[in-house]
Structure formats: structure tokens, C-alpha cells
């Protein structure tokens, strides 16, 4: 049996460059369900880069938009159980990108984990990060 899955695409967000959603949700219980969100980089609607290489504004950016997909379903970013961060030069951004973090994430915390990669898919931005949200379904 398939879980039946429904994406996820705020409108604030730009059209996907591949073939994936921003998020997507999947039933769990009957009153809870996942949704995972796509790793988000700073772009606003049109795909522009939003404060390039700067580590604290982009990570302010990423979490309103992972924000804006877990309003898509009804959620937020209390609701967050697992979050994967991305960074391109942990030495240099690990500090600004981690007091964002501890700034908009409710306690408890989410799971986390944190790698530096070589480069991100878009030029100018050194964040990217994906999640996993258990939000309530509310029928």
C-alpha cells in the first residue's frame, strides 16, 4: 500500500528548477502528519539570491521559508522533529547560523545535523536547510 502524499508549493516560493516540491506531506495517524521539506536555500519568488554569502541573513530566510511550507499544511516550526543544515564554510558561518538557529527553533529542539559541502546548487548562497515536521492534521 502507498501513503497517499500531496506537495506542497506556497506561493512565495520560486517554480522548482528540477523535478521536486518544496515539501510534502504524508498522513502518519489520522490526526498527524509528516511533512518533509525540501532543502531551502535564500530566494525570493523569482529565484533571486537574497543576501549573498551572508551566512545569519540567509539562515533567517531559509527558516521562513521552511516556515512557509509548514503553514502550507497547517504547521510551523515548533512543529519540526529533524532539521539537516548545510553550510559551505562551517569554520566561518557555524556561529551566525547556529544563534539563528537557537533563536527560532521552540524548545524542544529538533534532531539535527549539520555537514559543509563543497558548494550549493545556487551561486551565492552558503545555508541550506531541509526538515522534517510531525504537524497535527486537525480532522
Known amino acids: 500500500m502507498t501513503a497517499h502524499k ?3 508549493i506556497p506561493p512565495s516560493h520560486s517554480k522548482p528548477i528540477g523535478r521536486y516540491s518544496p515539501g510534502v506531506r504524508v498522513p502518519l495517524t489520522p490526526h498527524t502528519e509528516f511533512v518533509f521539506v525540501t532543502g531551502q536555500v535564500a ?32 504547521g510551523s516550526l515548533a512543529d519540526l522533529v529533524n532539521v539537516t543544515i548545510y553550510l559551505t564554510d562551517i569554520e566561518r558561518d557555524f556561529a551566525a547560523v547556529s544563534a539563528v538557529r537557537d533563536e527560532v527553533l ?21 545555508v541550506e536547510i531541509s ?7 486537525g480532522t
Open 43 to 74: 530566494t525570493d519568488a523569482q529565484g533571486t539570491v537574497l543576501a549573498p554569502d551572508q551566512a545569519a541573513a540567509q539562515t533567517r530566510v531559509v527558516f521562513e521559508r521552511i516556515e512557509q511550507v509548514l503553514a502550507a499544511a497547517g
Open 131 to 137: 526538515g522534517i515536521a510531525a504537524v497535527e492534521s
Open 106 to 126: 521552540a524548545v524542544p529542539p529538533p534532531a539535527s545535523v549539520l555537514v559543509e559541502v563543497t558548494a550549493l546548487a545556487e551561486k551565492g548562497c552558503v
Open 6 to 8: 500531496t506537495a506542497l
